[in-house]
């Protein structure tokens, strides 16, 4: 294969390309065997499909273009390394011969990155706390286990209070209106910070049995069939439950933890395991990307290709949009203006998080390949087998997701690739280790409080 840059501005890279004859005719012929391979046609059995054929029914420019699909990518690949050139953007091409029986020759457009200089590692230093688990952290962490084991009794003898749960049946009546437009059972918790106060203070002090009406004003984005108008409940009070809290003894920790601990004490001690577990796993993000920031801010890149940049504000501005949808929402510019923001300024914000992913990626990218760091078969095994754990699919069935989609397996094993980079890049950098006091104070404090199970 012949080549030579033919110009070269910023990061865009022009090749002239010329593909040998034999090569090129020899890609034909896989592409021909591989099509005869997986096309059915009537009057010829599956694998035994002649050339003949497949000319007539898909036209030989048809398999000229199943050649270059599978020849293309491996010689940009060889272009890259020849001239130690790293492609960030799909190639174009601009196909000048591509018959048989001739030399392919082709000019390949090339967004590549740009340059990039690191500093030295050793010159980047980030304090690490030394992990301190209080023991008011403790508490709050068993009150948390009493709170997500609570059960609801029903209360007898007084009416509905604080921190009690209504049970109600209700109808929803739109103002002017005469059937219900709602008829349903619902509890409802009157310390729930998201029920209206007309709702909570026409049930607070309730008591079974009793009927009651209350009047609500709905919003503009509430349910189609009655945002922006009024809207009567009519409550019948059904039951009253309040909370009734776990105590723990060292008889009834057995049964709460399902035997995982014998007594409170053996709690205790687990519950300030998980919590110095937590710490530690918040302590080392905070130490990676304490450090990966410093490494972009010391870092020097060239440029930032616009192409690049665009396709990480598409990025976001599609996740966002996601996010809206999941909340109901549809109208960007609606949500920006009720945050007193406007569609510029929201642009604006989006272009510089596009600039910051762009550079970062090219910052650890660059880190990649100087520290020679890749993904082993092994590493991708111990990927797998941590998906299926945590998904809790069978083994065998992420190893075909994975290999069935090349995105997938490009977009996992780039995550893995960038998680050692770091990992190394932690390993290089100097640490201080400081007592957890000096750090909150050093530091404007450090929330080392978990919430969860045993």
């Known amino acids: 294969m012949r080549s030579e840059i033919v110009s070269q501005e910023n990061t865009t890279v022009v090749l002239h390309v010329e593909v040998e004859q034999e090569r090129f005719d020899g890609a034909v012929r896989d592409a021909v065997r591989e099509m005869s391979r997986n096309v059915e046609l009537k009057g010829f059995r599956k694998g035994h499909v002649p050339r003949r054929a497949l000319d007539m029914y898909f036209g030989s420019r048809a398999i000229v273009n199943e050649a270059l699909e599978e020849l293309m990518p491996r010689v940009v690949n060889e272009l890259a390394e020849e001239y130690d050139l790293a492609p960030i953007e799909s190639p174009s091409f601009n196909f000048i011969s591509a018959e048989e029986g001739k030399p392919l020759v082709v000019d390949i457009t090339l967004e590549v ?16 706390p030394l992990i301190d688990v209080a023991e008011d952290d403790v508490e709050k962490a068993m009150d948390e286990f009493r709170r997500v084991r609570v059960t609801m009794a029903s209360v007898e003898g007084r009416p509905a209070g604080e921190g009690d749960t209504v049970m109600v049946s209700y109808t929803a009546t739109v103002e002017g209106e005469e059937d219900p437009v709602e008829t349903n059972t619902s509890p409802i918790a009157l310390g729930a910070p998201q029920l209206r106060k007309e709702i909570r203070d026409v049930l607070m002090g309730r008591e079974k049995g009793d009927e009651v009406d209350v009047m609500v004003s709905m919003e503009e984005d509430a349910n189609p069939r009655y945002a922006g108008r009024n809207v009567r409940y009519h409550f019948v009070v059904t039951d009253i439950q309040e909370e009734i809290l776990p105590e723990l003894t060292d008889e009834t920790v057995p049964q709460l933890t399902s035997g995982a601990a014998k007594t409170v004490e053996e709690l205790r001690r687990r519950m300030r395991r998980r919590l110095e577990s937590e710490v530690q796993s918040r302590v080392d993000m905070m130490v990676r990307n304490e450090a990966f920031d410093q490494l972009v801010a010391k870092a020097s890149v060239a440029s930032l290709p616009e192409k690049s940049v665009l396709r990480h504000m598409n990025q976001l501005r599609q996740d966002d949009l996601e996010e809206l949808r999941r909340q109901g929402k549809e109208d960007l510019e609606e949500v920006l203006r009720a945050q007193g923001k406007d569609l510029a300024a929201y642009d604006q914000g989006l272009r510089e998080r596009g600039e910051a992913l762009t550079r970062n990626g090219f910052v650890i990218d660059v880190l990649a390949d100087q520290s020679q760091i890749e993904v082993s078969q092994e ?49 290089k950098v100097a640490v201080r280790e400081m007592p957890m006091e000096e750090y909150r104070g050093k530091h404007g404090g450090f929330d080392a409080s978990g919430e969860g199970n045993a």
């Not at 095994?381 to 069935?404: I, S």
């Open 379 to 427: 590493d991708l095994e111990m990927e797998f087998r941590r998906v299926a754990l945590r998904t809790g699919t069978p083994l065998k069935k992420v190893y075909e997701q994975y290999t069935q989609r090349r995105d997938l397996l490009g977009e996992l094993m780039a995550a893995l690739r960038t998680r050692k980079t770091l990992d190394h890049l932690v390993s």
């Open 113 to 128: 990155r740009p340059e990039v200089t690191l500093p030295p590692l050793e010159e980047i230093e980030v304090d690490k």
